[in-house]
């Protein structure tokens, strides 16, 4: 006596639904591995602005330094003797800027 095995015969939806199930475990781990990459790529970028940033802000304060260092009474009156233009605290006016 032989046995006849009965074999189940699989639906085209059932097909279907195992093809989408085997994609999908494909696909994920590529798609989670690409993503991290990206992320890694984009943090990468951040951190090399924030150094941009904070080198342009020291070229930044020593500029504002420099020009504090000018604009000072002391160089400006070094200025104007080298210009043979002599102090005169009587023809100095101020100015106050309303904010």
Do not use: H
């Amino acid at each position: 006596m032989s046995k006849k095995k009965k074999r189940l015969k699989m639906s085209k939806f059932e097909k279907l639904l195992y093809l989408v199930a085997l994609f999908l475990l494909v696909i994920s781990p590529i798609s989670i591995v690409f993503s991290k990459a990206t992320l890694a790529k984009v943090n990468f970028e951040v951190e090399k602005e924030k150094k941009a940033i904070e080198t342009q802000q020291k070229t930044n304060e020593s500029i504002t330094m420099a020009i504090d260092e000018l604009a000072s009474l002391t160089k400006i009156q070094e200025v104007a003797e080298e210009q043979g233009l002599s102090y005169n605290n009587s023809n100095i006016k101020t100015v106050i800027a309303d904010n």
